[in-house]
């Protein structure tokens, strides 16, 4: 059984900086990539970034690029995101995702967390 468990998320104001944590195990990261995505409220679950766990290519919404980074600590089996620049439409609660990169870019996944609520204030 896979769990994924996010933490890290709180209340910030425009500008300032907020990093998710996202702990899973070593066994799932060696087999699959693992991502972030956001869904806030009224609206849709949407992808925010994602990462390959083999090649640590990245990938990015067009919304965070360049604000947002995503990295993977295989020892710890542990995915961050770190999120920089923060806009208060990014308010957001951040689910983490494992699953085969592809797919996370689609906008889906096999795996969930229960999700970690981002409250950017202005």
């Known amino acids: 059984q896979v769990q994924l468990v996010e933490s890290g998320g709180g209340l910030v104001q425009a500008g300032g900086s907020l990093r998710l944590s996202c702990a899973t195990s070593a066994r799932t990261t060696s087999y699959s990539d693992m991502g972030w995505f956001r869904q806030a409220p009224g609206k849709g679950r949407e992808f925010v970034a994602g990462?390959?766990?083999?090649?640590?290519?990245?990938y990015y919404a067009a919304s965070v690029k360049g604000r947002f980074t995503i990295s993977l600590d295989n020892a710890r089996g542990t995915v961050y995101l770190q999120m920089d620049a923060l806009k208060p439409e990014d308010t957001a609660v951040y689910y983490c995702?494992?699953?085969?990169?592809?797919?996370?870019?689609?906008?889906?996944?096999?795996?969930w967390g229960q999700g970690a609520q981002v409250t950017v204030s202005s």
């Open positions: 995702a494992a699953s085969r990169i592809r797919a996370i870019i689609a906008g889906s996944s096999d795996y």
């Open positions: 990462i390959s766990t083999r090649s640590l290519v990245t």
